[in-house]
Every structure is written in structure tokens, then in C-alpha cells.
């Protein structure tokens, strides 16, 4: 118990020594503390303190006391066995080697892991009779140590190579689905009335089992299936045909099981005669991991919550607790719910089933939505995993169709070569339409450009498919500048479902990638910006206090601008008053349903 250790063992023993007196000498300052100077008893004093610090300074006493120095004998031989140790890596046949040999330097670290117990242990001194048998556990242990931790490294060796070395198959081609899948669906029809000579641009009808949509047409988002602010019925009023729900909002909340028992979301929001889209869940999932596109753009790529991953790449952290907020693999996303922050898996499969229970009259494939800032390898990657997911999620509704059609969504972001492999792949399966998706610059400038460059491919006929004859939806994209952009290059429905955007922009100063703006034009209205035929009015300025008898826009028929001016429009935002926001985003629907309804009748003209 007291042969002298060596200098390895000295260290060792002197640290765990300082890290004993450092926690007792810790433990002192929090008795301390605790001690508010009203509570305190001036006559009985609490020792506590005084006895932790004599505990500390008593250790490193024995420290010292149970460690003697080594003799100059005891330095030199030591001296002498690392040396041997040194020309015994160098040379085989060398014999100074006895004293730091392997088994030695265990004996040596076994002894001075013994003194140390005894110095800082609670327990009894170790009896002579035992300290072979602690001595041999206290070796096993180290030795379980060290090959636990070399197993570890190794598992985490291989689980990197198998990273890198994971292929998957190619999505199946269009030979693996049956052939009535290709026939076209007696519940689901696009015609097209007129196709301008100017542009682009034609006018046409979807009809579906809940009615009909005109295009070009305006789709508002119901995020929970409600409008904020305005009921159904007045949204039916000014005209809205098409509505968006969201999957990902009514999965959490109020869940598949309770929209199926109402009989889904026609019944559920009592619209027996409107038609609904609902998306995959995809987008707000991966909305979680960047934020809004505005965050992602203004950031370089950066996640909100930097966890330690690359920028580029999609498996990210940054969610509560150090847990990642998304996690993508070949089966699905994992996600974690911002209600309770329990954990879901969204598979292509499992959104379809979801939408079948919604009873939408149009559905999306799952997808993987992309930052604007990406690495192209990433992007590849993510451009061929989408394409499996939708080929499952295609897969998963033809097994029982429910009179519903089912869009798919072209990917590739900015990169032409992927965006035209992803028209081919996904053109060439039965689905009813075409959704153009993933991200689509960051600005009205490369969006347009990328539409000019892109549409042309959609009216082709190749391998006996008339792309021509499906509609096309712009997903997220739905601010006036970009609708007038859209129209005249085919586009012939648009959305806007971002869940987090920016507002009050104009053309100039416009931002955006996929699914920027957030339920234009409802969430506008909510903030007191309201459209008009002379640009938009932000009616918190004081210059509309005194503007009496002054509707909002003189050309507009909905209630609000035939019931009330500015004057008073601007006294409800000031005030707070909740209906301002019913009243507004009344006007804003019926505003940019007229606009799509001129923009059909300049195409009818051929003006555009």
C-alpha cells in the first residue's frame, strides 16, 4: 500500500486529489449561498462550511503524506527502464526492458488507483487479505473499459463505411404499373377552352367530384381547414373554388380518425360543394429543420439552431433538447410534433392513407423539399429519393384510388439537367398532374426564367403521353407579381402555404423561393395590408383617418367595400378590433379572385 508511485501514478493521484477538494470547496460556496443574511443566526453558526474546508485541506495533506517522493536509487532505474523501453521499439533483442513493461506499469497504476481509494474513500481502509482480489477486479475493469471503447470506435469505423457505400435502386419505371392506371379518370378531367396565341397562357376547367375549378385560378390554404378570419360560406361568396389543407396541421391536430369519423374534410367543414387539394405533409416537415425560406435565404443555408451538421445537408439537428426536429431516411422523415414534441414517421405510404381518410378531391405525393442553399451531390441524392417516394406514394393510391387524382411534384431546384430528369421520370407515370415544386430561386427573376425554361417541356408529347392535357399547379407561389408572371408562361393554379413568410413586399424587394408567401393574400389582411386596382393600401397610415366614403377599391363588389371606407377601416386596425381581420381578408379574396378572373378573360382575348 505504500510503495512509492511513479510519476504517471503521481499525476494521477495529485488530480483526483484536486478534483475531490475542488467539489468539497464547491459544496462549501453552495452552503454558503444558500444562506439568505435575513435566515441567518448570528449565535449558532452553521459549521458545515468550516468542516468542508478542513475535509479538503486534510486531503490533499494525505495526499502528500501516504505518496512519498521516490529516491535518486528508485529515479534511475525508472530513468533506465524507459530508456530500455524506448530501444526495445527500435530493436528486438534488447534487454532493458523489465521495468516498464507491460505488466508492471499495470501494477504500479493498480497500486496507485489503491492508494487513492483509501485516501478519498468513505469505506474502511482495504484489508492486506482482499487486495489481491480488488487489485484483479480493478484490472478487469480497465481491461472491459478499453475493449468497450475499441468496439465503440470500430462500430462507429463501419457504420461510417456503410454510409458511404449504401446504394439504392432506381424508382421503378412506368412498365411496373398497371395499365388501366393510364386511362383516364371519368371523376377527374381538364379541358382546355383556349390557348392564347400570344403566350403561354390558356384557360381551361378541372372538373372534379366536388366541383369545378376555372384556370388560371387562385387557391386560398385553410391550414386547420378554416380560413382565418372569414367562414367558408364568404369565401364561397367571393368566389374561391379550389381551397388547400394542409396534412401535416390536421395529422397533429384534430388526427386522421376524427376527420374520417366526420366523414372527411367535405363533411368536416360542411364544403359539400367546393373542391379541396390537400398536400403531403412534406413541406412543413422539412420547414421544421430551416424555417421559413425567408430564414434559410437570409441566413446562407444556415439552420435556425446550429446542432453540428454541414450546411447542405439534409439530416439536421438544432430541435429541442440537442434532438434533431427532422430526420430523413430511405422509409420517410421522422419528425417531432410542436404540440407535445412526440415523434412521428411520415412515409409516402402513411401521407396517402392520411389523405385518403381527408376525402381531398386532389392529393400530393410525399416529397423531399430542399434548401435553396445546397450542395449539388445533396441535391442529386434528394432529387432520386423523391422520385421513390413518389413512385411508392402513386404505388399506395392506385391500390384504392377513392375518386381522387393525384398530382406529382417536379424537382431539381435550380439545376436545369435535374429539373429535366425529373419532368421525364415523373411525366412518364400515371399521374392526373403536374405540381412544379422544390425550390424556385430567390427572387422573381429566376423564377420566371426558370419557368420559361421549363414549361415548353410540358407541352411535348413523348412516349405516347400528351403532357399538354394535365394541369398544372405552381406550388407556393401565389403574390400578384408572380401570378402575372406565371399565367402567360401555362401555369394554371397556384397556392401559397408558407408557414412562417415575409410581407409587405413589393415587386422590387420580393423574396422568395418555394412556398414563400403565406396564404396570400389572408395573412396580408391580417396585418393590415389590402389589395387594391391602385397597389396596396397599409391601412395603419394615418393619411386614411380622414379619407370618409372612400372604399377601399372603387371597382371591387365584395361587402366590405360596399358596407365601409377607409376612414373606418383604419379606426378597426388601430383599435384592435378583431373584425378588421374578417372584413379584410373578405376584400383580399374577392380582390385576387377578380384578378384571375380578368387574367382569363385578357387570355380569352389573346391580349396575353
Known sequence: MHEVLPRSSWSRAFYVGICRSYWSLKDVIFLHRSHQPSTINHRHVDRRPIILILSALGRLLLLFLYCPKKSKQQRDNDASGTSGSGDHNNNNNNDGISHTSKQQKGRRNKNAANVVSCLFSTKAPIESDNEAIIQEEIATSNETSTNNARTRKHQKKNKHQNNTTITYPPPPDSSTFPSWSYTPRPFFEFEILHQSTKSAARVGRIHTPHGTIDTPGYV???????????????????????????????????????????????????????????DSGGFQVFSLAYGSVHEELSTGGELKKRGGDKKGSLHVTGGKGGKPPVKVTEEGAIFRSYRDGKSFLLTPESTVQAQKCFGADIIIPLDELPPYHIDRNVLINSVERTHRWEARSLKEHLKDVKEQAMYCVIHGGLDRELRKKSVDYLTSLPFDGYAIG?????????????????????????????????????????????????????????????????????????????????????????????????????????????????????????????????????????????????????????????????????????KI
Open 438 to 606: 422544390g425550390s424556385l430561386g430567390k427572387n422573381s427573376k429566376e423564377l420566371l426564367e426558370l419557368l420559361e425554361w421549363m414549361m415548353p417541356m410540358l407541352n411535348e408529347e413523348k412516349d405516347g403521353v400528351n403532357r399538354r392535357n394535365k394541369p398544372r399547379h405552381l406550388l407556393g407561389i401565389a403574390d400578384e407579381p408572380s401570378i402575372l408572371g406565371a399565367v402567360t408562361r401555362g401555369i394554371d393554379t397556384l397556392d401559397s402555404r408558407s408557414p412562417r413568410p415575409c410581407i409587405h413586399l413589393t415587386f422590387h424587394s420580393f423574396i422568395y423561393c418555394c412556398t414563400l408567401q403565406s396564404c396570400y393574400p389572408t395573412r396580408l389582411s391580417r396585418h393590415g395590408t389590402l389589395l387594391s386596382r391602385e397597389g396596396k393600401i397599409h391601412i395603419k397610415s394615418g393619411k386614411y383617418s380622414r379619407q370618409y366614403g372612400i372604399p377601399i377599391d372603387s371597382e371591387c363588389a365584395c361587402s366590405t367595400c360596399q358596407q365601409y371606407d377607409r376612414s373606418y377601416m383604419w379606426h378597426l386596425f388601430k383599435a384592435k378590433e378583431p373584425v378588421f381581420m374578417t372584413l379584410a381578408t373578405i376584400h383580399n379574396l374577392q380582390y385576387m379572385n377578380d384578378l384571375m378572373a380578368q387574367q382569363r378573360q385578357l387570355i380569352l382575348e389573346n
Open 220 to 278: 386560398a390554404v385553410a391550414t386547420n381547414a378554416a380560413l382565418k378570419g372569414v367562414d367558408i360560406r364568404d369565401a364561397d361568396t367571393v368566389g374561391q373554388q379550389l381551397i388547400f389543407c394542409n396534412t401535416y396541421h390536421l395529422l397533429l391536430q384534430p388526427g386522421t380518425e376524427v376527420v374520417e369519423g366526420a366523414g372527411g374534410l367535405h363533411k368536416f367543414m360542411n364544403r359539400k360543394n367546393g373542391p379541396l387539394i390537400t
